[in-house]
């Protein structure tokens, strides 16, 4: 029997270590002949990643506690491992070295350790030419500050004889991949104020005899052309994911410099490159490759010039992955099923999920089922998002009551919410409680036009955009409009604080590991790492030509201005958004008048990995809505705020 009982107060099955739940975050899935690896990440084992390999005999973890299978280039990390004849390459997190793993045995350091912590890193692990050593991106610390950074191309022997500097063509570099032949060697570069979505150059070197390489040309990209992916389809010729015509379509590149679109269309395959290695299209053979547009798997057909979707029951592909014998592998998710390794052969049908799914889900009928919808912002632009709404088939609200609202800000900015399985808003949804997950402007799969919309505009278009779709849901009836809240972590925590300090549509906020500060985070001496230290330039603007705008625009000089209670968490190993910056912030609040809580995590980077980190963090964000909104949830402990 259905019970009448106020939003945020319905019983849920999905509890905060549901949240937290491990095993269901694979990455970085590679098939190496008849055998799939990937890494899984292990909340409850202090958010450490291992490594797992499948093969006949079913999957098997490589690396017990305390190996843990991830990187810190650009802070984001890379591709962390490389298979070369059944052995591994990895990178360790704790010294950020190489180690290699022969199946049965223990891991031999591959690399010295460094003469400072931290003081060098490697990522986007690639096998090398010849299949004895394993290549990279090496960064290393050069001062004190965290844009004093010098990264090159690195080739590291399988026999533990040292590192060897191939070359380097930019500041910023993925990690060269070798031709067939072995004769070259093909990358990606790019050079500050530039993200790698605004512009990337594709090199091309031939691979010298000495084994270092020689003088590099770029055959694809520039300025305002970014490649995302590359790989070589034969000895004179690439495969690229780039958009010269505004759109991340797949071309063929000649060593030349020739570019071909094999399927011109204003759609996406490709996607921003936070971290190094991602993947998008793989080579069927044929002229057929498997690409992922829209999160969905697709059979791109040069011969046709079309992209066709393929009907599975995976609704969600990413690091896609393939051969010519048609058989893909790939992360697969859906909105209600969790991420696992999938493998398909498209000659058949026939899917198979690989390894542990983990503990069971919980049952549908408590998911929501997401709603896709385009909200039309001030300037006549469509804004798509995602409605969570409350669902739980035990409970229904008194009638004429409005459920509270959330809307959920994705990171980067340049990034988007998707739509796979977020156990995070079935917890509040399942407690009545709605979730709305907007890809404001500047979020991606929508093309560049969409991407730069937020050039020089970040903390105001970003959060008007938000605010639309929160009023525009109020204004349906769908939504209470005085029960309205705005959550993000980092560049989201930054429109979470910058709506609560500028507009008057929210009750309240949750901001994690923010950017609050725009003059004391960006620039060479600023408190950012060296990836984005230049980031805002193209977000806001120069920062001595905008001094007065990045003073205005950020939360940190308008406490005064708040609409309302805000709850603050911060990990306290975080390198891209520092704790300095949500430090100030707090003490700010204290005395204020403004309700506020400040939750700080030892041994956390940006983002949360550990279990009992996320579920504190869920519980107290529950008390939080529940005392701003007026309501009691039952099963979480009562969150003190502070004013």
Request: glycine share 14%; hydrophobic share 40%.
């Amino acid at each position: 029997m259905v019970e009448i009982a106020s939003y945020g107060t319905w019983v849920s099955p999905i509890g905060e270590a549901d949240v937290a739940r491990p095993g269901s975050s694979p990455a970085w899935a590679r098939r190496v002949g008849d055998t799939v690896w990937w890494t899984l990440a292990k909340p409850d084992e202090g958010g450490r990643s291992t490594l797992v390999r499948c093969g006949a005999d079913g999957p098997e973890e490589l690396l017990p506690a305390p190996w843990n299978a991830r990187n810190r280039v650009h802070e984001y990390g890379g591709t962390p491992y490389a298979v070369l004849d059944g052995r591994v390459a990895f990178t360790e997190w704790s010294d950020q070295r190489v180690y290699l793993l022969d199946l049965g045995g223990e891991p031999v350091a591959l690399t010295a350790e460094p003469d400072r912590p931290q003081g060098q890193r490697f990522a986007d692990l690639v096998p090398g030419a010849g299949g004895a050593e394993v290549w990279a991106v090496r960064e290393t610390a050069t001062g004190d500050r965290p844009t004093d950074v010098r990264r090159d191309l690195v080739a590291i022997p399988l026999d533990g004889s040292g590192v060897r500097v191939l070359g380097a063509s930019h500041h910023f570099m993925t990690a060269p991949k070798p031709s067939p032949d072995g004769r070259f060697a093909a990358w990606l570069g790019w050079e500050h104020p530039a993200m790698p979505w605004d512009g990337t150059e594709l090199c091309v070197a031939h691979l010298l005899p000495d084994g270092t390489l020689g003088p590099h040309r770029v055959v694809a990209g520039g300025p305002r052309e970014a490649v995302c992916q590359v790989e070589w389809e034969g000895s004179d010729a690439l495969l690229a994911l780039t958009d010269p015509d505004g759109w991340w379509n797949l071309h063929r590149i000649t060593l030349d410099g020739t570019s071909t679109n094999l399927a011109a269309g204003p759609y996406e395959i490709g996607g921003p490159m936070w971290v190094l290695g991602r993947r998008w299209f793989a080579v069927l053979g044929r002229g057929r490759f498997a690409v992922v547009r829209g999160g969905r798997l697709a059979v791109l057909d040069e011969r046709s010039g079309t992209v066709t979707d393929v009907d599975t029951d995976v609704a969600l592909w990413s690091d896609l992955g393939a051969d010519t014998d048609g058989v893909v592998t790939a992360v697969g998710s859906g909105p209600d099923t969790a991420g696992t390794v999938v493998r398909l052969d498209l000659s058949t049908g026939e899917l198979a999920h690989l390894g542990d799914p983990g503990p069971a889900l919980p049952d549908a009928a408590y998911l929501p089922v997401p709603v896709r919808r385009t909200f039309t912002a001030e300037d006549g632009r469509g804004v798509p998002a995602t409605v969570y709404p409350p669902t739980n088939p035990d409970f229904a609200a008194p009638e004429g009551e409005l459920p509270p609202y959330l809307v959920y800000v994705h990171g980067g900015p340049t990034g988007s919410a998707g739509s796979g399985l977020n156990l995070g808003f079935a917890y509040f949804t399942s407690r009545g409680i709605g979730v709305v997950a907007v890809d404001y402007g500047g979020s991606t799969g929508y093309g560049r036009a969409y991407r730069e919309v937020l050039n020089g505009q970040w903390g105001v278009l970003d959060v008007a955009d938000c605010a639309t779709a929160a009023a525009a849901l109020a204004a349906e009836g769908g939504a209470d409009p005085a029960r309205l809240g705005i959550r993000g972590g980092s560049a989201g925590g930054w429109t979470a604080a910058a709506s609560l300090t500028s507009v008057d549509t929210y009750a309240c906020g949750t901001v994690q590991f923010p950017i609050l500060d725009l003059t004391g985070w960006t620039g060479e001496g600023g408190e950012t790492h060296d990836f984005e230290a230049r980031y805002t330039e193209g977000l806001v603007g120069s920062p001595t030509e905008h001094a007065e705008r990045y003073a205005e625009r950020s939360p940190a000089n308008r406490v005064a201005h708040l609409a309302g209670p805000v709850l603050l968490m911060q990990g306290l190993e975080d390198k891209i958004c520092p704790p300095e910056q949500a430090d100030r912030f707090a003490a700010a609040l204290d005395g204020s008048g403004v309700p506020h809580a400040y939750l700080r995590f030892a041994g956390e980077q940006h983002g949360f990995r550990r279990a009992e980190t996320i579920e504190a963090a869920y519980a107290a964000e529950l008390s939080f809505y529940g005392q701003v909104f007026g309501f009691t949830p039952p099963g979480v402990p009562v969150l003190e705020l502070s004013r």
